[in-house]
C-alpha cells in the first residue's frame, strides 16, 4: 500500500506561486495514476489536477488551467503541484492521492498541506 505525505503549503500573496510536493512510500507508486485535489473552508473537497502514472497525460481543473502544473518523478516517488499566479479563491487543503485512473479511483489519501494566500 502507498503512504503519501504532502508538503510545501503556505501563505503566499496574491499573483504568487507556491510548489507543492506529494512523497510516496512504498515501491509501487509508479504504477498509479496520481491526482491532487482541494478543499477549501465550508466546500466539498474538488479535484485540481491528475497525471498518469507515466506522466505523459495530465488533466486539470478549468479554474486552474494555464496556471497549475502537474508533475511527477517516479525514481524519487514523488510528485508535484506548481501553482503561479495565485488568487484568493485558491485558499485550501490540498491532497494528493494515488488513483487507478486519471482523475478516477483516488484513495490513499495524505494528510493534506494548507494552502493560503492572501490580498
Known amino acids: 500500500q502507498v503512504q503519501l505525505v504532502e508538503s510545501g503549503g503556505g501563505l503566499v500573496q496574491a499573483g504568487g506561486s507556491l510548489r507543492l510536493s506529494c512523497a510516496a512510500s512504498g515501491r509501487t507508486f509508479s504504477r498509479f495514476a496520481m491526482g491532487w485535489f482541494r478543499q477549501a473552508p465550508g466546500k466539498e473537497r474538488e479535484f485540481v489536477a491528475g497525471i498518469t502514472w507515466r506522466g505523459g497525460t495530465t488533466a486539470y481543473a478549468d479554474s486552474v488551467k494555464s496556471r497549475f502544473t502537474i508533475s511527477r518523478e517516479n525514481a524519487k516517488n514523488t510528485g508535484y503541484l506548481q501553482m503561479n499566479s495565485l488568487e484568493p479563491g485558491d485558499r485550501a487543503v490540498y491532497y494528493c492521492?494515488?488513483?487507478?485512473?486519471?482523475?478516477?479511483?483516488?484513495?490513499?489519501w495524505g494528510q493534506g498541506t494548507q494552502g493560503t494566500v492572501s490580498t
Open positions: 492521492a494515488g488513483c487507478s485512473a486519471l482523475g478516477n479511483g483516488c484513495g490513499n
